[in-house]
């Protein structure tokens, strides 16, 4: 069946512009999870989401990210006022419910530059 | 400190070598721990769970501490399509995934 998709796959935008990422998780999975990957680092932990429960914002570096989720589909990450130091891989995981022990499947990320 | 370290190695081994890999977390509260691979520019893919019993899946063993917060992987009769970097993975009660920074993994012929 269809995996975890985000688009776009790469953007390049101007320091101070704003970038909208999308996510469209598996169908039927109620968690979903985005994080950052920086070039040579690990992930980190941005935002999860669960069903109509309040989401976990804890790893949202700065007021300027922030992420919607409509029930348990498509979600959306902003960054506003986009700054070099935000340039990197942005990864959408989702899993059939967000517990530990629980497989999460990957989206091949969007890759975001800003100039 | 971060939560999960990794030694980032790059580790050179010839085909057929077998490979050990150790990742230490300092969250107590992380519940499940995992092994990721990833490829170059690829997203995570999920190698196999560590489980305190230790477990085998083929050639990869994983074992699971937690008295001593360590977790390993070991990788026998390496081949050349293991070469990825491999990511230690703790998990929290509702599923948030802390990573290592990871292990660079280069087997050659």
């Known amino acids: 069946g269809a995996g975890v998709s985000q688009s776009p796959s790469n953007k390049v935008t101007e320091k101070g512009k704003d970038v909208e990422l999308r996510c469209d998780p598996i169908s039927g999975h109620t968690a979903l999870y985005w994080y950052r990957q920086r070039l040579g680092q690990g992930l980190e932990f941005l935002i999860y989401f669960q069903g109509n429960s309040a989401p976990d914002k804890s790893g949202l570096p700065s007021d300027r990210f922030s992420a919607e989720r409509t029930g348990e589909s498509v979600s959306t990450l902003t960054i506003q006022r986009t700054q070099q130091e935000d340039s990197a891989v942005y990864l959408c995981?989702?899993?059939?419910?967000?517990?530990?022990?629980?497989?999460?499947?990957f989206g091949p990320g969007t890759r975001l530059t800003v100039t | 400190r971060k939560e999960v370290e990794q030694d980032p190695g790059p580790f050179n081994v010839p085909e057929g070598a077998t490979v050990a890999f150790n990742c230490t977390y300092s969250n107590s509260a992380s519940q499940s721990f995992f092994w990721y691979r990833q490829d170059c520019r690829k997203e995570p893919k999920l190698l196999m769970s560590v489980y305190s019993s230790g477990n085998e899946d083929g050639r990869f063993t994983a074992q699971l501490n937690r008295a001593s917060q360590y977790i390993s992987l070991l990788i026998r009769d390496s081949k050349l399509s293991d070469s990825a970097t491999y990511l230690c993975v703790g998990s929290t009660s509702y599923g948030k995934l802390t990573f290592g920074q990871g292990t660079i993994l280069t087997v050659h012929p």
């Open positions: 995981a989702s899993s059939l419910e967000g517990t530990s022990g629980i497989e999460q499947y």
